[in-house]
C-alpha cells in the first residue's frame, strides 16, 4: 500500500531479528525502557486510551478502557497473554512472533508495567511447537539482559514472565476458559461476573490480551498516540495484520491500516495477488470463521470494526481471511463449518451442546445429498435460538457459531436449494431410515420378568 510504513512487520525479513542484541540495534525494547524510565503506569493507560487502540483478538474493546476496570486498590494484578489462536484462517499471531518475537515481549512488559502486573502468563497454542522454543529462547535472554525479573532498569519494578502451554481447546481462547486452563482445569469458560479484571486468575485481579494488540503497544510509545490515532479509520486506529489463505496466489500474512477492503487484500499486488489458476472468488470469510461470510458482490466490506456491521456480520473478528474459490461446494462449507463448532462447543450450556450438534447433523446431511428445502429453515431457527438469545450461554461461542452457518444459509440459500433439487428421488427418505433409526420397539415386561437389556430395532 503506497505511503504505509509497516509498524509490526518491519523486522520481518531482517537476519539474526529473533536475538535481542539485533533487536535493540533496530530500536527494540526502546519503548519499554522509555515506559519504565519517564512515564507512571496511570500515563501509559492514558496515552494507550487516547490511541484508540482496539483488541485486536476478535471483540476489539478499547484496550485502555479495558485495563482501567481493575480495582484501584489491587496489590497484585497478573497479565495473561493470549496467544490460543484456535480460531480457523487466523495465523496472525504465529506469523508475528515467529518473526519478531522480542517485539511481543516488549508489548508485554509495558502492558505489565501499565497495569501494575507481577506475574504475566504467555498463554500458548498447543500445536505450536517450534513457535514455543522461538519464544522460550527470546525470553531467556530477556531474562538474562535484565528486562524481566528484579528490578527491572534499577526501577524497584518486578516482572516473572512465564509461557503456558494449552490444552487445544477452541473455547480456550475465551479469556476465562483461558484462566481454567491456565489453573490447571478443565477448559470451560467460568460464569460472569465476576469479571477478570475483579477475580481472575488464581484468584487476583486479571487482564488478558491478545498477542496482536500488546505488539502495538511499543510503537505508541515511541510515536505518541496522535500518530497511532491518524491511522486507520474513525474508531478504528492503527496498523493491522490481516492473513489470506485459500486459492489465491500469494496466501500469507500482510500488514495494513486498518480499513482495508476484501477486494484489496484478495486482488492487490502488495497483498494476495489475485485468485490462483484462473479462478474466481465465490465467497470470503473475512475474520475468522465465527464472523460470518461474505459473497462475492460484497468485497468492498472494509475491514475495520464499523463498516463490516453494514454487511451483517458478527465483527472484525481477527482479519484472517479465508477465500473460497467459484469451485467449492457451500453444501461441504456448511458442514464442515458446522461440525467444527459441534465438536469445540465444551458442553455447558445447552442449547450450544445440543444446538451445535444439531446442525452438524443437518448440514452433514445436506452434504451428503439427502437435503430437504426444509433442512435450510430449520438451520436458520436453530440458529436465532441458539446464538442470538442475549444473555443465555456463558461465553460467545454459540454466537460464533450461528453467524457463519446462518449467512451461508441465507446468502447462498439459491445454490443450496438447487443442489437439493438435483437429489434423486426418495433419497432422503432412505437416507434418514437407513442411518437414523427412531423407532425403537421395546419389550412388554411381565409381571416377575426380568427386565429387558437390549432394545429391539425394527427391520
Sequence with gaps: ??????????????????????????????????????????????????????????????TGVKWSFLPKDRKHTVLCVNFDESEPGTFNNRYLAEHDPHLVLEGILIAAYATRADLAYIYLRAEYHELFHILQ???????A???????????????????????????????????ESLEGKRGWPRIKPPYPAVRGAFGRPTVVNNVETLACLPAIIERGAEWFASIGTPGSTGPKLYTVSGPVNRPGCFEAPLGLTVRELIEGDDFAGGMAGGRKVKAVIPGGLSVGILTADELDCRLDFTDVLNYGLLGLGTAGAIVIGDDAD????????????AHESCGQCTHCREGTGWMARIAERIAAGAGRIADLDLIVELCGRMGMMSGMSICGLPDGAAYPIRLIVEKFRGELEEAIGRQPPGYTERYIRDRIPSVYALPVLQAGAAPARERAVPA
Design 145 to 179: 539482559a535484565g528486562w524481566f525479573g528484579a528490578d527491572i532498569l534499577g526501577t524497584g519494578y518486578r516482572l516473572e514472565c512465564h509461557i503456558h502451554r494449552g490444552a487445544g481447546a477452541y473455547v480456550c481462547g475465551e479469556e476465562t476458559g483461558l484462566i
Design 137 to 143: 529462547r527470546a525470553l531467556d535472554e530477556a531474562y
Design 330 to 341: 457451500m453444501r461441504k462449507v456448511l458442514a464442515n463449518t458446522a461440525r467444527f463448532y
Design 1 to 62: 500500500m503506497s505511503g504505509f510504513e509497516p509498524v509490526l512487520l518491519r523486522n520481518v525479513g531482517v537476519e539474526g531479528v529473533r536475538t535481542l542484541k539485533v533487536s535493540e540495534s533496530r530500536g527494540g525494547w526502546a519503548a519499554a525502557r522509555k515506559a519504565l524510565t519517564t512515564m507512571t503506569p496511570d500515563e501509559i493507560v492514558e496515552e494507550v486510551r487516547r490511541s484508540g487502540l482496539r483488541g485486536r483478538g476478535g471483540a476489539g474493546f478499547p
